[in-house]
């Protein structure tokens, strides 16, 4: 893509930038790779926190915010629900790893300590899945942080009610917060109610639905996978070139088939997160190349700095990647867009997963967090168990009056015998 392709893909010029990867560690990757060539990499769903580092990955941009955000909304949750004992299970890469490092350094210097850290690793999900679930049986925190996959977060789960440890809070990273496939799983509807989770937030995209019913093959021939979906959409076979299972049991189109009125995954524009900010990341370029023709780059505060100006058909990475990180617009919807160290500024929405009349499970909006403010609407959360109580996660409960705290040796400073006190001396409230 970046060396003027191949006979395969056929690419007649150099890629300028890359939008991707998805992963953090993809985007590591390509990153560095591309790091020496002056390439910028914009991904929509890379969130480690060490992708922030501007002197290691000064081509990286991502229209999505730091993991350091999510890790940081959920210590300041512990604070506020005063939960001082709590569990961890992550997925074993970047991801997960990072997302507890900047939870462990949020809580420094609180009342809050990690009960236990866990990770699970793909190629091994059953061993580390059996590891975790036994640990959070023994274990008297109630509150498990999860940062992981969809997929693997629903095999810890369903371990967890194989053995029926079902009262416990968990709290979800983006990557499984309002993940439909999860919530339509029957088997999961009583460990599931109550999870609270930090989702990514979602938004319109002007014209897209539009956009997307009027797509037909006609109009993009080669399409592969508009081939496919239309086909199984609509039932019926669309060329002679198609598989012959298509042509044996379907029926060829009329070509007068249509998206208007069609109602699937597909069509539904109605929730958009990971595909929003594709949208962003387009736009980003869009305004970068913009710049870049025009020579007026749009925030630079700095007249004695002047970016290298290109025509057409002379751009180069170097220049494209230098006005990139100076983009500043106003969306459609009228949302003001800029990178912030590569990065963009945390907004994320809160959601509840909560119980429907005909028992099933759906989630709710409780709050949302735009940059460091933390807004949740205690009054619509529904916790787990039946009382509808905040969960009570704690090492060892506050020592009553006539009683002080004498640290166990070995273990956090949130785990503690309450001895009377001595001769002489007093204590008459809790906590002490």
Request: hydrophobic residues 40%; aromatic residues 10%.
């Amino acid at each position: 893509m970046i060396s003027r392709g191949n006979k395969t893909c056929g690419i007649t010029r150099p890629a300028k930038v890359l939008i991707g990867d998805s992963s953090s560690t993809q985007s590591i990757l390509l990153s560095r790779t591309l790091r020496p060539l002056q390439i910028a990499v914009i991904s929509y769903l890379a969130s480690c926190p060490c992708l922030s580092n501007r002197q290691i990955y000064p081509n990286f941009f991502r229209t999505i915010p730091s993991d350091a955000y999510q890790a940081r909304t959920m210590a300041q949750m512990a604070k506020r629900f005063g939960w001082t004992w709590i569990g961890a299970v992550v997925a074993d890469n970047d991801y997960g790893r990072g997302a507890v490092q900047v939870f462990e350094e949020e809580i420094k210097g609180t009342e809050i300590c990690l009960a236990f850290f866990h990770t699970l690793y793909r190629e091994q999900l059953a061993k580390d899945v059996a590891r975790a679930a036994t640990t959070v049986q023994a274990s008297s925190a109630r509150v498990i942080l999860v940062f992981a996959w969809y997929v693997d977060v629903e095999v810890f789960l369903l371990e967890l009610v194989r053995r029926n440890v079902t009262d416990r809070l968990f709290l979800a990273s983006e990557s499984w917060s309002t993940s439909t496939y999860l919530l339509a799983n029957p088997q999961l509807y009583t460990i599931a109610k109550g999870i609270v989770g930090v989702a990514l937030r979602s938004a319109a995209i002007p014209g897209f639905n539009a956009h997307l019913r009027q797509l037909h093959p006609a109009r993009y021939p080669d399409d592969e996978f508009l081939r496919t979906f239309w086909e199984k959409t609509f039932g019926c076979s669309l060329t002679k070139s198609s598989s012959m299972a298509f042509q044996k049991a379907l029926p060829p189109c009329s070509g007068r088939e249509s998206l208007e009125g069609v109602q699937s995954r597909f069509t539904d524009t109605s929730y958009l997160t990971v595909a929003y900010n594709i949208y962003l990341a387009v736009y980003a370029v869009a305004h970068a190349l913009h710049s870049l023709l025009a020579c007026t780059p749009q925030n630079n505060s700095d007249p004695t700095i002047k970016p290298k100006c290109s025509s057409p058909d002379n751009i180069t990475p170097a220049q494209l990647l230098q006005h990139i990180g100076q983009v500043r617009f106003t969306t459609q919807i009228g949302e003001k867009f800029y990178f912030q160290n590569g990065s963009i500024p945390p907004v994320y929405n809160l959601v509840n997963w909560q119980r429907t009349p005909d028992g099933s499970l759906q989630y709710v909006s409780i709050g949302r967090v735009n940059g460091n403010q933390l807004i949740i609407n205690e009054s619509a959360i529904s916790w787990p168990g039946d009382l509808g109580k905040i969960p009570v996660s704690v090492c060892t409960s506050e020592c009553p009056p006539g009683t002080r705290k004498a640290i166990k040796k070995g273990l956090p400073v949130c785990c503690f015998d309450c001895l009377p006190c001595t001769e002489g001396e007093i204590s008459n409230s809790t906590g002490h």
